[in-house]
Protein backbone atom coordinates (compact mmCIF):
# COMPACT_ATOMS: atom_id res chain seq x y z
CA UNK A 1 0.00 0.00 0.00
CA UNK A 2 1.41 3.40 -0.54
CA UNK A 3 1.97 6.02 1.93
CA UNK A 4 0.50 9.41 1.97
CA UNK A 5 2.44 12.20 1.83
CA UNK A 6 0.64 15.74 3.19
CA UNK A 7 2.08 19.21 3.52
CA UNK A 8 -0.15 21.81 5.22
CA UNK A 9 -0.10 24.80 7.09
CA UNK A 10 -2.68 26.37 9.52
CA UNK A 11 -4.32 29.42 8.10
CA UNK A 12 -5.40 32.26 10.63
CA UNK A 13 -8.43 32.82 10.34
CA UNK A 14 -11.55 34.59 12.36
CA UNK A 15 -14.30 34.14 10.47
CA UNK A 16 -15.79 31.21 8.31
CA UNK A 17 -14.86 31.58 3.75
CA UNK A 18 -18.14 30.91 3.09
CA UNK A 19 -16.34 29.34 -0.46
CA UNK A 20 -17.18 25.84 0.76
CA UNK A 21 -18.16 23.16 -1.55
CA UNK A 22 -18.94 20.18 0.94
CA UNK A 23 -19.98 20.10 4.60
CA UNK A 24 -19.49 17.19 7.10
CA UNK A 25 -20.24 16.53 10.48
CA UNK A 26 -17.17 14.28 11.83
CA UNK A 27 -16.20 13.53 15.12
CA UNK A 28 -12.35 15.18 15.19
CA UNK A 29 -10.07 17.27 12.88
CA UNK A 30 -8.53 14.14 11.84
CA UNK A 31 -11.48 13.04 10.49
CA UNK A 32 -12.06 16.29 9.08
CA UNK A 33 -8.54 16.10 7.14
CA UNK A 34 -9.05 12.31 5.71
CA UNK A 35 -12.50 13.42 4.46
CA UNK A 36 -10.45 16.08 2.24
CA UNK A 37 -7.77 13.90 1.63
CA UNK A 38 -10.46 11.12 -0.13
CA UNK A 39 -11.73 14.04 -2.63
CA UNK A 40 -9.53 15.02 -5.17
CA UNK A 41 -10.15 18.28 -6.01
CA UNK A 42 -10.28 19.36 -1.75
CA UNK A 43 -7.30 21.51 -1.01
CA UNK A 44 -8.05 22.99 2.31
CA UNK A 45 -10.25 22.20 5.32
CA UNK A 46 -12.42 24.86 8.27
CA UNK A 47 -12.99 22.69 11.26
CA UNK A 48 -15.32 24.14 14.08
CA UNK A 49 -15.75 23.73 17.40
CA UNK A 50 -19.01 21.89 17.13
CA UNK A 51 -17.67 19.20 15.13
CA UNK A 52 -18.54 20.58 11.80
CA UNK A 53 -15.81 20.00 8.44
CA UNK A 54 -15.85 22.76 5.50
CA UNK A 55 -14.09 21.37 2.78
CA UNK A 56 -12.88 23.53 0.09
CA UNK A 57 -11.66 23.25 -3.62
CA UNK A 58 -9.34 26.22 -3.45
CA UNK A 59 -6.20 27.53 -1.38
CA UNK A 60 -7.20 29.27 1.50
CA UNK A 61 -5.36 32.87 1.94
CA UNK A 62 -4.65 34.27 5.43
CA UNK A 63 -5.89 37.16 6.58
CA UNK A 64 -3.15 39.08 8.26
CA UNK A 65 -5.45 41.46 10.51
CA UNK A 66 -7.22 38.30 11.56
CA UNK A 67 -7.00 37.48 15.46
CA UNK A 68 -6.60 33.52 16.53
CA UNK A 69 -9.81 32.00 16.81
CA UNK A 70 -9.24 28.24 18.58
CA UNK A 71 -12.56 27.84 18.00
CA UNK A 72 -12.15 27.93 13.93
CA UNK A 73 -9.63 26.10 12.38
CA UNK A 74 -8.21 26.12 8.92
CA UNK A 75 -5.93 24.19 7.21
CA UNK A 76 -4.68 24.17 3.42
CA UNK A 77 -2.90 21.20 2.04
CA UNK A 78 -0.51 19.82 -0.51
CA UNK A 79 -0.38 16.55 -1.80
CA UNK A 80 2.85 14.70 -3.00
CA UNK A 81 2.91 14.28 -6.48
CA UNK A 82 2.59 10.70 -6.05
CA UNK A 83 -0.63 11.10 -4.33
CA UNK A 84 -2.58 12.98 -6.74
CA UNK A 85 -6.34 11.92 -7.36
CA UNK A 86 -8.35 10.91 -4.60
CA UNK A 87 -7.13 8.43 -1.94
CA UNK A 88 -9.61 6.10 -1.17
CA UNK A 89 -7.97 4.00 1.38
CA UNK A 90 -7.33 6.29 4.06
CA UNK A 91 -8.73 4.82 7.09
CA UNK A 92 -11.31 6.44 9.46
CA UNK A 93 -15.20 6.53 8.80
CA UNK A 94 -16.64 7.77 5.55
CA UNK A 95 -19.24 10.58 6.49
CA UNK A 96 -22.30 11.99 4.74
CA UNK A 97 -21.55 15.41 3.73
CA UNK A 98 -23.76 18.56 2.05
CA UNK A 99 -22.82 18.73 -0.86
CA UNK A 100 -23.04 22.58 -1.96
CA UNK A 101 -23.95 23.51 -5.51
CA UNK A 102 -26.37 20.21 -6.31
CA UNK A 103 -29.21 23.06 -5.21
CA UNK A 104 -28.56 21.37 -1.44
CA UNK A 105 -27.61 24.61 0.83
CA UNK A 106 -26.10 24.46 4.77
CA UNK A 107 -27.52 26.73 7.31
CA UNK A 108 -24.41 27.32 9.53
CA UNK A 109 -26.13 27.93 12.88
CA UNK A 110 -28.99 25.42 12.49
CA UNK A 111 -26.62 23.14 11.06
CA UNK A 112 -28.89 21.80 8.76
CA UNK A 113 -28.67 20.70 4.66
CA UNK A 114 -31.79 21.75 2.77
CA UNK A 115 -33.12 22.11 -0.59
CA UNK A 116 -36.13 23.14 -1.84
CA UNK A 117 -37.59 21.61 -4.76
CA UNK A 118 -40.46 21.87 -7.17
CA UNK A 119 -42.92 19.19 -7.55
CA UNK A 120 -46.33 18.63 -8.70
CA UNK A 121 -46.21 15.14 -6.57
CA UNK A 122 -48.06 15.22 -3.53
CA UNK A 123 -46.25 16.03 0.03
CA UNK A 124 -44.05 12.67 0.33
CA UNK A 125 -40.60 11.50 1.50
CA UNK A 126 -39.93 9.74 -1.82
CA UNK A 127 -39.64 13.25 -3.86
CA UNK A 128 -36.97 14.18 -1.10
CA UNK A 129 -35.48 11.01 -1.94
CA UNK A 130 -35.76 11.05 -5.61
CA UNK A 131 -33.78 14.51 -5.00
CA UNK A 132 -31.15 13.29 -3.50
CA UNK A 133 -32.53 14.00 0.13
CA UNK A 134 -33.49 12.52 3.05
CA UNK A 135 -37.01 13.14 4.55
CA UNK A 136 -39.31 16.18 4.46
CA UNK A 137 -37.72 18.71 6.85
CA UNK A 138 -38.72 18.90 10.26
CA UNK A 139 -39.54 22.00 11.58
CA UNK A 140 -39.51 21.56 15.27
CA UNK A 141 -38.37 24.46 16.56
CA UNK A 142 -38.94 28.26 16.18
CA UNK A 143 -35.29 29.19 15.24
CA UNK A 144 -36.18 26.74 11.86
CA UNK A 145 -39.16 27.79 11.60
CA UNK A 146 -38.18 31.89 11.28
CA UNK A 147 -35.68 31.06 8.57
CA UNK A 148 -37.24 28.80 6.47
CA UNK A 149 -40.36 31.06 5.94
CA UNK A 150 -38.33 33.68 5.22
CA UNK A 151 -37.42 32.07 2.13
CA UNK A 152 -40.51 31.28 0.82
CA UNK A 153 -42.35 34.09 -1.59
CA UNK A 154 -44.86 36.04 -1.00
CA UNK A 155 -48.70 34.18 -2.01
CA UNK A 156 -46.44 30.13 -1.88
CA UNK A 157 -46.33 27.63 -0.16
CA UNK A 158 -44.01 24.47 0.62
CA UNK A 159 -44.51 20.89 2.08
CA UNK A 160 -42.69 20.26 5.29
CA UNK A 161 -42.82 17.10 7.27
CA UNK A 162 -45.42 16.14 9.35
CA UNK A 163 -49.47 15.34 9.16
CA UNK A 164 -53.13 14.34 10.76
CA UNK A 165 -52.79 11.28 12.80
CA UNK A 166 -55.70 9.86 11.73
CA UNK A 167 -56.39 8.04 15.03
CA UNK A 168 -56.30 10.83 17.46
CA UNK A 169 -56.74 14.29 14.84
CA UNK A 170 -53.62 15.74 16.24
CA UNK A 171 -50.31 16.38 14.10
CA UNK A 172 -47.26 14.05 14.62
CA UNK A 173 -44.35 13.39 12.72
CA UNK A 174 -43.96 9.72 11.31
CA UNK A 175 -40.76 7.77 12.46
CA UNK A 176 -40.04 4.61 11.64
CA UNK A 177 -43.87 3.74 11.42
CA UNK A 178 -44.45 5.39 14.68
CA UNK A 179 -46.66 8.80 15.28
CA UNK A 180 -43.92 11.66 17.11
CA UNK A 181 -46.34 14.36 18.40
CA UNK A 182 -45.18 17.50 17.09
CA UNK A 183 -43.89 20.39 19.78
CA UNK A 184 -45.96 23.40 20.21
CA UNK A 185 -45.76 25.35 16.66
CA UNK A 186 -46.44 28.58 15.12
CA UNK A 187 -49.29 28.31 13.14
CA UNK A 188 -50.13 30.89 10.89
CA UNK A 189 -53.28 33.10 11.65
CA UNK A 190 -56.16 31.09 11.17
CA UNK A 191 -54.49 28.03 11.08
CA UNK A 192 -55.05 24.70 10.72
CA UNK A 193 -58.75 25.52 9.42
CA UNK A 194 -58.98 21.86 7.95
CA UNK A 195 -59.53 19.32 9.70
CA UNK A 196 -63.02 18.44 7.87
CA UNK A 197 -61.99 19.51 4.94
CA UNK A 198 -59.00 16.74 4.05
CA UNK A 199 -56.34 19.04 4.62
CA UNK A 200 -54.34 16.60 6.63
CA UNK A 201 -50.80 17.76 4.95
CA UNK A 202 -48.54 20.14 6.39
CA UNK A 203 -47.43 23.21 4.64
CA UNK A 204 -45.49 26.69 5.29
CA UNK A 205 -45.90 29.87 4.23
CA UNK A 206 -44.26 33.06 5.39
CA UNK A 207 -47.02 33.65 7.72
CA UNK A 208 -46.15 30.07 9.38
CA UNK A 209 -47.23 26.67 9.60
CA UNK A 210 -50.49 25.77 7.39
CA UNK A 211 -52.97 22.76 7.04
CA UNK A 212 -53.83 21.74 3.55
CA UNK A 213 -54.31 19.43 1.31
CA UNK A 214 -51.93 17.30 -0.07
CA UNK A 215 -51.79 18.51 -3.77
CA UNK A 216 -52.25 22.04 -2.95
CA UNK A 217 -48.60 23.56 -2.99
CA UNK A 218 -46.00 23.72 -5.23
CA UNK A 219 -43.18 23.57 -3.52
CA UNK A 220 -41.41 21.11 -1.32
CA UNK A 221 -38.52 21.44 1.69
CA UNK A 222 -35.97 18.41 1.77
CA UNK A 223 -33.60 17.59 4.25
CA UNK A 224 -30.66 15.42 4.08
CA UNK A 225 -29.18 13.37 7.38
CA UNK A 226 -25.63 14.05 7.80
Not at 82 to 97: A, E, K, L, S
Not at 105 to 125: G, I, M, W
Request: proline share 6%; aromatic share 12%.
Amino acid sequence: MASVMMVFDLVLMNTLPTSYMTVVKVDSVRDCTYACVRQSTCEAIAFTHNLTCYLYEGYIEANLMASPDVELLIYNFKRNPDCNGTIPFIPGPDYRGCQIGSDFNYEVTLQVCYKRVFSNSPADKDVCVQEGGSDLMKIDTQEKQDFFKLLIPAGDCTYIRGDRNPSTGEWAYWEEGTARPMPPIDWAPGQPNGETLGQDCLAMDNDGLMDTTCHYCDYILCEYFM
